[in-house]
C-alpha cells in the first residue's frame, strides 16, 4: 500500500462509512461460510488418497486462517475507535514530492503506533524492484540525478553522499517524533525498537555485510552509540539481531531463521 489515503482508512476508518451493526452482521454471515466450507472439506477429506488429503490440507489451513482473522476483526468492533489528530497531515501529497510523501508515511506509522493501532510496522521507504514505479525517481526528484535511484549504490556518483544523506534525515524526522513523544516513564522511542536497512550492500547484490542502523528500545535494553562491524570471526547472522529483538518485546523465541544466538553487543 502506497496511497497515504488509503493507509490512513485502513487504520483509522475501516469500516468504510458502515454501521457497526451491520459490520458484525457482515462478519457474523462470513464466519457462518466458512464453516460450511470446513465441514465439507473434512467430509471430502475422509474419501481420498494420501496426495489429494494432503492439498486439502493446505485448503484446510488457508480456511482457518482466514476463520482466525474474522474472528480478531469481529473482536476488534467492540474496541473504540481512536482519536486521530490528523492536524497538519496532508493525505493527498504525491510521491513527486519526496520529502513531504515520506514524511507522511512516516507520520502514519507514528499514528498506528501512537493510538496503540498496531505494534509492528514495515516501510519500504522507495522502490527498488522496477524503473515502472514513480518511487524509483525519488533521487531524480530530490538531487536532479539523471540516472536510476538504484544505481546510486552501484555506481557511487558524487550524488551518492547527498542521497544517504537526504535519507538520513527523512528518517531521522521519524525518529525524533518517537522520541519527543512522552509514554510511560520514558518515550516513545526507548520503548520502541526500529531497524533501518537497505535492499543490498553497496555496489553489490550479495547478501554479506548489509549496513543497518538500530534506533530506540532503551527502554527493552538496547545500547546505543557503537558501530559494529560484524565481519571475519566477529561474522553472525543478521537473523541474531531478529532474536534479540523478539526477547527485548517479551516475545522470546530460541531461533529466528539462520541465527545462532542473541546479537550480545547490542544489548547492555
Known sequence: M?????????????YAGKGIEQVRADLKR????????????????????????????EYLDSIRALE??????????????PNVDTKGLNLEVSHKDPEQYTRCM??????????DFTRFA?????????????????????????GATHDIAHKRPTESGQWDNWRAKQHAYFLKRLRNTPEGDSNMLDQTVVVWGSAHPHASHST??????????KALGFKHGNLHSFEGEKKVPLANLF??????????VKSFADSTGMMTELMA
Not at 68 to 81: D, F
Not at 129 to 138: A, I, K, M, P
Request: hydrophobic content about 35%; cysteine-free; glycine content about 4%.
Open 243 to 252: 532474536v534479540s529483538m523478539l526477547h527485548a518485546v517479551n516475545a522470546p
Open 30 to 57: 462470513e464466519a457462518s461460510v466458512l464453516d460450511l466450507m470446513l465441514d465439507d472439506s473434512k467430509r471430502l477429506h475422509r474419501r481420498l488418497g494420501k496426495e489429494d488429503q494432503a492439498k486439502v490440507d
Open 122 to 146: 514495515t516501510l519500504m521507504l522507495e522502490s527498488e524492484h522496477s524503473s515502472g514505479s514513480e518511487l524509483w525517481n525519488y533521487a531524480n526528484y530530490v538531487l536532479g540525478y539523471k
Open 208 to 217: 554479506k555485510n548489509y549496513p543497518i542502523q538500530v534506533a530506540g528500545g
Open 2 to 14: 502506497h496511497r497515504p489515503q488509503e493507509i490512513f482508512n485502513r487504520l483509522f476508518k475501516p
Open 68 to 81: 482466525k482473522r474474522v474472528e480478531r476483526t469481529s473482536q476488534w468492533t467492540h474496541q473504540p475507535l
Open 106 to 115: 512516516y507520520d502514519l506509522l507514528y499514528l498506528a503506533f501512537q493510538t
